[in-house]
């Protein structure tokens, strides 16, 4: 069966330093991967997608950045936080090709930045 | 351009009381795929339910059962017999023919009181 990891679960930084949010899944391959924030209360963003190695898509422009290394690697990534950047991150994979497939999320990742 | 559309913020009902969620989608496409999410106060996001746009019979899972119609454009969520472990955040959310990304609702917050 699939799986899907998310780490750190939560993360405290100062404005101004490095992030770094990893999500690997098992059991599948070629998978579509995104990231989401969701907002104390709110809804759920779409910030990035990627539907293989090195291909990514962004819907937000903002201070962050997306890397897909591995096939079933995402990476999250800021070089200088902002206070606004605080959020609950949550990666989410799908079948891939074609599309209209359900999502499935990891447990997410708490941030705050201070 | 794709929209949902969750007008209940907020809801409370008493344990054992049925609650209906509504969900209203807006596409021009005649291709595509309505789901129904749970986010439980642990944060992570649990895929409930896909239903295709060629696929208008209702379907019912134990306690929860969905309601399509496009006729009136909604894919409405009822939970019977409600209990405690209701409680959650419910998300309603779209795809477009085979478009990879979903567009969600704004959620609705379900409280069921003991």
């Known amino acids: 069966s699939q799986t899907i990891h998310q780490w750190p679960a939560t993360l405290v930084q100062p404005v101004g330093s490095p992030l770094s949010l990893e999500c690997t899944v098992e059991?599948?391959?070629?998978?579509?991967l995104y990231w989401y924030r969701q907002a104390a209360g709110r809804g759920l963003q779409l910030l990035f997608y990627?539907?293989?190695?090195?291909?990514i898509s962004s819907e937000v422009p903002q201070n962050l950045s997306a890397s897909r290394p591995q096939d079933r690697q995402f990476i999250l990534s800021s070089k200088k936080l902002l206070l606004s950047d605080s959020g609950f991150y949550l990666c989410?994979?799908?079948?891939?090709?074609?599309?209209?497939?359900?999502?499935?999320f990891g447990p997410g990742t708490r941030l705050t930045v201070t | 351009a794709q929209k949902v559309t969750q007008a209940q913020t907020e809801i409370s009902v008493v344990e054992k009381e049925d609650v209906t969620l509504d969900c209203v989608y807006e596409?021009?496409?005649?291709?595509?795929?309505l789901f129904w999410y749970k986010q439980p106060p642990s944060g992570e996001l649990v895929f409930l339910i896909r239903r295709n746009s060629f696929d208008e019979q209702n379907e019912i899972s134990g306690r929860y059962s969905w309601n399509f119609q496009k006729s009136t454009s909604s894919f409405n969520f009822t939970i019977t017999a409600s209990q405690v472990v209701d409680s959650a955040v419910y998300f309603c959310a779209l795809s477009e023919g085979g478009n990879e990304k979903l567009t969600f609702g704004t959620g609705t917050r379900l409280t069921i009181i003991p």
């Open positions: 596409t021009r496409d005649t291709t595509y795929y």
């Open positions: 990627s539907v293989g190695i090195g291909q």
């Open positions: 989410a994979w799908s079948q891939g090709q074609p599309g209209g497939h359900e999502q499935y």
């Open positions: 059991g599948t391959s070629n998978p579509n």
